[in-house]
């Protein structure tokens, strides 16, 4: 599965993902926990940006990999490592939460990304 995902920072310089059809709380699209300091390495500190994000091999792309599946009681969703960012050695570690699950509609081993 592919899908472009627009991401802008709010008024308070916090980073959101933008799901229209998310159902739930406006707080569940905030990116926190390393996802959030990844979006200021890709929009280069600007307001937003737009990822191709995929579960499949997708060319040029940079390659999340799920290192902890998190319970329900511990937030949800996953625990991912960034070895790499545009061929600098990062070892980021990030958390996405369970609208990565709705999204994809499970919680992908690896998460393919790149600027759309």
Known sequence: MERAIRFYKNAKGQW???I??????????????GA?????????????????MADNRIEDA???TLIYARETNLGGGGDYIL????????????????????VFKQLPEKIYFKEA
């Open 16 to 18: 959101y993902a933008d």
């Open 36 to 52: 959030d300091t990844l979006l200021e390495w890709v929009s280069k500190s600007k307001e937003e940006c737009t990822l191709l």
């Open 62 to 64: 940079e390659i999340l």
């Open 83 to 102: 070895e790499t960012f545009q061929g600098d050695f990062k070892n980021h570690k990030l958390w996405l939460c369970n609208v990565t699950e709705f």
């Open 20 to 33: 229209p059809e998310w159902n739930g709380d406006l707080e569940d699209l905030q990116m926190v926990e």
